[in-house]
């Protein structure tokens, strides 16, 4: 287990109106209504989670979770009824001013993107990290690149933490991961798989030869 982390395995409209604490960093990775995910839905239950409407991402009781001068950072699919909705909708219903869209590109061990760059609804290889503010936050640099070979689990972001805290406010920061499927170091978890990928069989084990 990460150090000082926490989790909570529940709904997360339920469990952030029980969350009594103000957080200096939001990260969520909404699982987003699309076609790809319904098609699964179809096929096997099992393989797909449950979508949700903009409004609904948009309704989440997330205002009040946030601190005086609070970063706020979402990953959103490349359709651009989500990019507009992020925008238009979800953030100003959070009480957040949009700053900036960061870029994940998604890269094979031959350094080379894992697809070609395409346009319209088809597959591109990189994804979207829309970021957000509540009031003061250090400057966080316009439309910066993330660079890594993606995991073979479907949907599995790369870790934040380090790439965001230089641009809180806060010494010591509080931080809540949204939908989350794995901990995080200082971090609350919340959603209805925060362990998913803390299985033991998707690690391997390394002796300590200074204990």
Same mark, same amino acid.
């Given at each position: 287990?990460?150090?000082?982390?926490?989790?909570?395995?529940?709904?997360?409209?339920?469990?952030? $109106?029980?969350?009594?604490?103000? &957080?200096?960093?939001? %990260? =969520?990775?909404? @699982?987003?209504? /699309?076609?790809?995910?319904?098609?699964?839905?179809?096929?096997?239950?099992? $393989?797909?989670?449950?979508?949700? &409407?903009?409004?609904? %991402? =948009?309704?989440? @009781?997330?205002? /009040?979770?946030?601190?005086?001068?609070?970063?706020?950072?979402?990953?959103?699919?490349?359709?651009?009824?989500?990019?507009?909705?992020?925008?238009?909708?979800?953030?100003?219903?959070?009480?957040?001013?949009?700053?900036?869209?960061?870029?994940?590109?998604?890269?094979?061990?031959?350094?080379?993107?894992?697809?070609?760059?395409?346009?319209?609804?088809?597959?591109?290889?990189?994804?979207?990290?829309?970021?957000?503010?509540?009031?003061?936050?250090?400057?966080?640099?316009?439309?910066?690149?993330?660079?890594?070979?993606?995991?073979?689990?479907?949907?599995?972001?790369?870790?934040?933490?380090?790439?965001?805290?230089?641009?809180?406010?806060?010494?010591?920061?509080?931080?809540?991961?949204?939908?989350?499927?794995?901990?995080?170091?200082?971090?609350?978890?919340?959603?209805?798989?925060?362990?998913?990928?803390?299985?033991?069989?998707?690690?391997?084990?390394?002796?300590?030869?200074?204990?």
């Amino acid at each position: 287990m990460p150090p000082n982390c926490r989790f909570y395995c529940n709904c997360v409209k339920d469990q952030c $109106l029980k969350l009594n604490t103000r &957080y200096d960093m939001v %990260i =969520a990775d909404p @699982p987003w209504w /699309n076609k790809y995910i319904r098609r699964l839905k179809s096929a096997n239950e099992k $393989l797909s989670y449950s979508m949700m &409407y903009n409004d609904d %991402i =948009a309704n989440l @009781p997330i205002k /009040n979770l946030l601190s005086e001068n609070c970063l706020v950072a979402v990953w959103c699919t490349n359709a651009s009824s989500c990019i507009e909705a992020v925008k238009h909708l979800i953030f100003p219903s959070w009480g957040v001013e949009y700053v900036t869209t960061w870029y994940w590109l998604k890269i094979t061990v031959d350094l080379e993107p894992i697809c070609v760059f395409n346009s319209g609804c088809n597959k591109q290889p990189y994804e979207r990290l829309m970021i957000g503010k509540v009031g003061q936050v250090n400057n966080v640099p316009e439309e910066r690149i993330i660079v890594s070979i993606p995991s073979a689990l479907h949907s599995h972001k790369p870790p934040l933490l380090d790439l965001l805290t230089p641009y809180v406010n806060a010494e010591k920061p509080e931080v809540l991961e949204l939908f989350a499927r794995y901990l995080l170091p200082n971090t609350t978890s919340v959603g209805y798989e925060p362990l998913k990928w803390q299985h033991e069989s998707l690690y391997e084990m390394v002796e300590n030869k200074n204990c």
